[in-house]
């Protein structure tokens, strides 16, 4: 009988063990230090479909209606990509951008504006 308490206790030691490696995997995925920012950024501009359109590194629109968005003032681009997801820039293009915006949070939107004004303007 004892036997089979000790049995059951290791087991629950060994999830709690589990459980305790997994937060202590998140906490140190939350403190990837700033050097990771700019693949964060990449994987964001990737995720977020905005390559689609505004092409790799925001250099090769898919159109010629589209901007490109390498090397623009982050300040710029921030408050484009605002007043795109509010509506306020509104024109028969920006309304296929306004349609994935939902996407994106407003720390995001920073974070993407300061990876493609980093970004050279040319190759
Ligand atoms: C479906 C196509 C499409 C997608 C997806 C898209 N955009 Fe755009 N984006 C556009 C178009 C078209 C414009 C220009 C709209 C206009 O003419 O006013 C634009 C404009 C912009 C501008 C303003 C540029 C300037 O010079 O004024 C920024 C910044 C921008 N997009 C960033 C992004 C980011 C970041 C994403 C991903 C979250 C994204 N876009 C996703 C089509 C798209």
Redesign the pocket.
Known sequence: MGRKHNQAGAETGGKMRLRKLLISSAILLALTPVAGQAQDAEEL?RE???I???GAEGRTPIMD???R?AG?PAK??LL??QA?KSGE?L?A??V??K???H??SDAE?AT??QW?SDLPEQE
């Open positions: 501009y977020r479909t905005c689609a359109c505004h209606e589209y901007p968005l623009q710029y681009l484009q990509m795109i820039r024109n293009h920006s296929a951008m349609n994935v915006m996407l994106i939107m993407l504006a493609l």
